[in-house]
């Protein structure tokens, strides 16, 4: 038989073994396959919702977005908490400071906060360190002296009203002194270099 | 009365249907038990190898004017459709395959003795674990080879590539399973 001649020797055995297997369907799958046939039955599976792979891409893309930008946002009756690290506010170096800002809808600032992801959590969490926390009007907080540096953050939706058109200006002594945090509206036109900071 | 043939599916009017299903349970009395054998060399539990032989079926029967006598035999496109079916299922269930002993229960044995009958129970498991611990590529080879009995000229129409290639994947997996019955 030209099927065993074309079997190495060594699996000769092998081949034997399992050509020797044979299972037996039960006699009544066939007529109950065909009746199912008849009867136009439905595939199994077939016609279940399912999610489709693009909707599947949108919603790990979402995630992504979500996790890695660390940035979130929490309703409470008018007001919105919104939470966005991580980044490099007090010019230490390192990716790691988280603004914590909340605001009526679009409108006034409340609070803003930026804090230290200890933990690397990207969010705001009890063990980070506050690097500055200001109510609603803007304030420097402590010495001034040299070793000042500006650092500008723009654009996110940082105080819930939609869209990603407000920025943040930092004064900081490096590595991890913040002085002075506030959040402006960006603009078109020349308005946007007048900073009107909140 | 015009018997039910492939050629004729499609040119019936309303009695297409009705010979596509008559042509399908023909199909299924020919190559069902290669179908249910294929499945049951990848899925331990028989309902399940049951469930997946009767949804093969019902996807021949919608998918029967694809089917060209020109390009191969029934056998080697149900097969195809089988394949389908069960990379589909696998894909839904991502079960992971073994086969506990005392599901041989749809086993041939020609043995006079419940002893022997036993017996071959447990070889056939413990090739049947074999099997199971296998890369699907593997698996899918052996099933084809053992479990529908196709031949490699077949095997190598359902799986699109050369004889020589199925041969040499065959043997390979075959001595990967030998060497997983040993160790």
Redesign the interface.
Known sequence: MK?KR???E??RE??A???R??????AS??P???G???R??R???VGSPRISRSTLWAIAAALVLIVTGGFWVHRSGREVTVDHCCFDFDGGGRADDGVLVVASHGDQVHRIAVYEDRDGSHSFTPGDVIRIDRGRHVAVDGVTAGGLVTARHCCSDLDGGGPPDDGLVLLSIPPDKVTLVALYESRPGPSQTRLTLR | MTPPTVSNIGKTGSGA?ANA?AV??EW??SH??AV??YF?FHVAD?EA???L???T???V??AIDCFDPNKGSPKTWILTVARNVLM?WRR?ARLRQYVPIGT?H???VEAPSPEERLLREE??GR??NGIAALAPADREL?GL??GSEL??AEMAAVLGIREGAV?SRL?RA??R??EE?TS
């Open positions: 099927r074309d079997i190495p060594h699996l092998l081949d073994a399992l050509s297997i044979r299972f037996y369907p039960r799958l066939g109950e396959v065909i199912r046939l008849r136009g039955e595939l199994k599976g | 249907a299903e399908c349970g299924y009395e069902g038990a249910y054998n049951r028989t190898a049951e469930d032989t009767a949804d079926f019902l996807h029967v919608r589909d839904r041989l749809d086993l041939a070889e056939v090739l049947m052996i080879r053992y031949d490699t041969r043997w075959m001595s399973l030998r019955l």
